[in-house]
């Protein structure tokens, strides 16, 4: 069996979220019913980014790493083309298209 980290973003804004469980879709589909005091409010989610761990003492390392000061920024240069491209389709109005 797996242990999965995870990374989090909200469909409503750019916040993150990093957590840790066993089984990925069942822990995303409890973030989205509001299952979680902590990203309740800000559903829905999407999966941004996991990584996929046999030893649960090595998945909790990595989720208190990620969480830190540190893990964030390591996180943003990790992912900085995907907030690249997140930060360009904002940019890019499709109101014309509604023209037909």
Same mark, same amino acid.
């Given at each position: 069996?797996?242990?999965?980290? =995870?990374? !989090?973003? *909200?469909?409503?804004?750019? $916040? ?11 822990? %995303? ?23 996929? =761990?046999? !030893?649960? *003492?090595?998945?909790?390392? $990595? ?11 390591? %996180? ?25």
């Amino acid at each position: 069996m797996f242990h999965y980290v =995870y990374v !989090l973003q *909200s469909k409503n804004s750019e $916040r993150l979220y990093v957590g840790m469980t066993g089984d990925l879709r069942k822990r %995303l589909q409890e973030h989205n019913r509001g299952r979680n005091f902590s990203t309740k409010p800000y559903a829905p989610w999407r999966v941004i980014h996991y990584e996929a =761990y046999l !030893l649960t *003492s090595d998945a909790e390392r $990595r989720e208190r790493y990620l969480k830190s000061n540190q893990g964030a920024r390591l %996180l943003k240069r990790m992912l900085k083309d995907y907030f690249y491209v997140q930060k360009e389709n904002s940019r890019v109005s499709t109101s014309w298209l509604q023209k037909f």
